[in-house]
C-alpha cells in the first residue's frame, strides 16, 4: 500500500487504473500517532493522541483544529475507496542545483511515503465526482515548487478535460526557496490554467487550512470561486514574522485568521472540521447541471 | 558557445512563418561575456540592481513613451503612488505603460513607500490593463520592486488576492503584454506584472523568489552568507535567460545612471517595437496559447 506514493515498479498501474481504486492512502508516520500524548495549542492541556485522532484531528476540548496532512485529508473527505490517484512526475526538480535540496527531497519522501507536498485525484464526496489536490504542510511545509504546480497544472487540466468540479485545499508557507525563480513561475502557471478552467465554466473550490500564505495564498487559493476556510487557519502574504521585521511593530492578534479575512470579505465561509465533507457535497450538488 | 544560451539569445518567440523573425543585436560572445560576469559574481548584480543612482521606471517610461499620460486610481480604494501607470505613444503606435515608481529624494521615496506597492497599486494595474485590452492597445510592464509591501494593511486589503488576481487575469488579457525587469524583481510583487508574452531584462537586473537576504536567514539560518544565497538561487538576468524564464536579456553601460541611459533606451524601443511588429499581428486566441505554453513550460515535469 505505501507503495502508491513511492515510485511505482515498472508497469506498475496507470493513472486511473482500475486498480487504484482498491487503494485507500497511507496514513502519516510524522504525525500524531507516532506519540501517545500530545500538547493542545489551543487549550495548552494535555490529551491522548488517540483521542484527538478519532476526531478528526479536532481537539475535543478546545476544538482547536490540528494540522491535517494529505492523506488522512482525502481520507476524511472522499467517500471511501473513490480515490483515484494521479501521479506525479518522476522527473528531476532541483534544477538549480540547490546545495542539499536533493538530499533534502529524499529525507522528506522518505519520512512522509509521498513524492512531493501534493495528493491529487479524482473521486467523489458525497457521491459527486470531482478531482481534489490537496497540499502536505508536512512536505517542506507545503511549500509549491515545480512538482506542485504541475501536477496542480495537470489536475486542473484533467478537471476541464473530464468537466469534473476541482477542489484545492491548500497547506502552505508558500513558493518553494530552493527552485528559485521556477518555484515563482508555478504561481502564474497554474493560475493561468484555472483561469481557462473557470473560463470554460468549471467549479473551482478553493478551501484554505492552517497555514495558507505566500506563494500559495498569493495565487490559486485566493482564487476560487468559492473560498471555504478552516476554522482560525493562518491565511496571508507575508508571513507574521516578516510583517513584523517589516512595520518594526508587533503584529496584532488575528490579523491573518481566517475570521479576519472573512470580515473583510476574502473569503465566503468559515467551516469546523467536522462540518466540511458536507458543505462540499451540498455546494457540489448545487453545481451538478452546470456545464462544462 | 553554449549552445542553450544562443538558441535563447536569438530564439524567436513568435515564431510563426508569417512573423518577422527577431535577432538581438549583439552577437553570441557578448551573450558568453556576460554569463561569465553574472555567474561569477551573482551578488555583485544584486547591488547593481539596487544602486541608488540606477534609472527607475519611472525613467524609462518617461524616456520611452512619448507623450505619457498618467492616470491614477483603483476605483475601489484609492491611488497607489508606487505604481504608475497611463497611455502614451510607442513607435507610433498607442500603448498602456505602467511601471513600479521608486522615487528619488527621502520625501518622494517614503510617499512611494521604496516602491513596495500596496494591493490598491496592483488593482490600479489591472484596471488600466483591462483599459488597454478593450481599447486594444498592447501594454508594457516596467518593474523595479523589492517585492509587494508586507504590512497590516496590505493584508487587510488583501496583498495576496490582488496579486493572484493580477496572475489570472493577466494569463487572459487579449492584447501583448511585453515586461522588463530593470533593477530588482521581488518576488510575487514582481511577478504581478511580469505574465506577459516576452520578458526582457536589464544585464544587471535580477528576478527572484525571494530576497538573498531572505534565503539566507530562513534556510542557512545565516543572514551573512547572503552572496552564497544570490549566488544559489540563480537569479541574475543572465541566469534566467538561461533557464527560459527570461526571453532577452539587454547591455547596460559601465556606468548606468539617468544621464547614460540613453543607449539602453533605445535598444529596449527597437526590441519592444519590434516585439510587439510581430505579437500584434497574432489572432488573440493565438496569443493567449503562446503566454499559456510560455509559462506551462517553466518547470514542467512530462
Not at chain 1, 513511492?6 to 487504484?20: I, L, M, N, R
Not at chain 2, 510583487?189 to 538573498?212: K, Y
Not at chain 2, 519590434?274 to 514542467?300: M, Q, T, V, W
Amino acid at each position: 500500500m505505501r507503495d502508491l506514493f513511492e515510485k511505482p515498479a515498472a508497469g506498475a498501474a496507470p493513472q486511473g487504473s482500475s486498480d487504484a481504486l482498491f487503494i485507500r492512502p497511507v496514513m502519516s508516520e510524522l504525525f500524531i500517532e507516532t506519540k501517545e500524548w500530545v500538547d493542545c495549542p489551543g487549550c495548552k492541556r494535555r490529551i491522548a493522541s488517540a483521542r484527538v485522532e478519532e476526531n478528526q484531528l479536532v481537539c475535543p476540548r478546545c476544538r482547536h483544529h490540528f494540522r491535517m496532512d494529505a492523506p488522512r485529508r482525502v481520507d476524511m473527505l472522499l467517500d471511501p475507496v473513490s480515490f483515484i490517484p494521479m501521479p506525479l512526475s518522476h522527473t528531476r526538480v532541483n534544477r538549480l542545483n540547490f546545495p542539499g535540496y536533493g538530499k533534502k527531497l529524499i529525507s522528506y519522501q522518505k519520512k512522509t511515503g509521498m513524492r512531493d507536498g501534493l495528493l491529487a485525484g479524482t473521486g467523489c464526496i458525497k457521491g459527486q465526482p470531482m478531482a481534489v489536490g490537496v497540499l502536505d504542510y508536512r512536505f517542506l511545509m507545503g511549500s509549491m515548487g515545480a512538482q506542485v504546480g504541475d501536477g496542480l497544472t495537470r489536475l486542473t487540466e484533467l478537471a476541464m478535460a473530464q468537466g469534473l468540479p476541482l477542489i484545492i485545499v491548500s497547506a502552505s508557507g508558500g513558493a518553494r526557496m530552493q527552485e528559485g525563480i521556477i518555484s515563482l513561475s508555478q504561481m502564474a502557471k497554474v493560475s493561468a490554467a484555472i483561469g481557462r478552467f473557470q473560463q470554460a465554466g468549471g467549479l473551482y473550490i478553493s478551501v484554505l487550512t492552517d497555514p495558507t500564505t505566500g506563494g500559495v495564498s498569493a495565487s490559486f487559493a485566493m482564487l476560487g470561486d468559492i473560498i471555504i476556510a478552516e476554522r482560525k487557519a493562518l491565511i496571508g502574504f507575508a508571513g507574521p514574522r516578516v510583517i513584523q521585521q517589516t512595520i518594526r511593530k508587533k503584529v496584532p492578534p488575528g490579523l491573518q485568521q481566517a475570521e479576519n479575512l472573512l470580515a473583510n470579505g476574502f473569503i465566503d465561509r468559515i467551516v469546523d472540521r467536522e462540518e466540511l465533507r458536507e458543505l462540499l457535497g451540498q455546494i457540489l450538488r448545487l453545481h451538478e447541471k452546470s456545464v462544462l | 558557445m553554449n549552445n542553450v544560451d544562443q538558441k535563447t539569445m536569438e530564439e524567436t518567440a513568435v515564431s510563426g512563418t508569417k512573423a518577422p523573425v527577431m535577432r538581438t543585436i549583439h552577437g553570441a560572445s557578448l551573450a558568453q561575456n556576460l554569463q561569465q560576469k553574472a555567474s561569477a559574481n551573482a551578488w555583485d548584480v544584486v547591488e547593481k540592481a539596487r544602486d541608488k543612482d540606477r534609472p527607475h521606471p519611472e525613467d524609462f517610461i518617461q524616456a520611452m513613451v512619448n507623450g505619457f499620460i498618467e492616470f491614477h486610481g483603483d476605483r475601489r480604494f484609492g491611488d497607489d503612488p508606487a505604481i504608475m501607470g497611463g497611455i502614451g505613444w510607442l513607435g507610433g503606435r498607442p500603448v498602456t505603460a505602467i511601471g513600479i515608481r521608486k522615487g528619488r529624494g527621502i520625501s518622494e521615496k517614503t510617499l512611494c513607500n521604496f516602491g513596495m506597492p500596496h494591493p490598491e497599486g496592483y488593482r490600479k494595474a489591472l484596471r488600466l490593463m483591462h483599459q488597454a485590452a478593450r481599447f486594444h492597445r498592447p501594454i508594457l510592464c516596467f518593474i523595479d520592486t523589492a517585492g509587494a509591501y508586507c504590512g497590516i494593511e496590505a493584508e487587510e486589503r488583501g496583498q495576496a488576492q490582488a496579486i493572484a488576481q493580477n496572475l489570472i487575469e493577466m494569463s487572459q488579457l487579449p492584447v501583448p503584454i511585453l515586461s522588463v525587469i530593470t533593477g530588482e524583481g521581488g518576488s510575487g510583487g514582481a511577478l504581478a506584472l511580469a505574465v506577459c508574452d516576452r520578458l526582457f531584462m536589464l544585464e544587471n537586473s535580477v528576478f527572484s523568489v525571494i530576497s538573498p537576504e531572505g534565503c539566507a536567514s530562513i534556510l542557512y539560518k545565516d543572514a551573512k552568507r547572503n552572496k552564497d544565497a544570490a549566488q544559489d538561487l540563480k537569479m541574475t538576468a543572465v541566469d534566467l535567460t538561461r533557464l527560459k524564464v527570461a526571453d532577452e536579456l539587454i547591455p547596460e553601460p559601465e556606468e548606468f545612471t539617468v544621464d547614460t541611459m540613453q543607449p539602453v533606451v533605445k535598444s529596449l524601443r527597437r526590441r519592444m517595437e519590434h516585439a510587439l511588429l510581430s505579437y500584434c499581428a497574432l489572432p488573440a486566441e493565438e496569443l493567449l496559447n503562446r503566454r499559456y505554453d510560455k509559462f506551462r513550460k517553466i518547470g514542467s515535469l512530462t
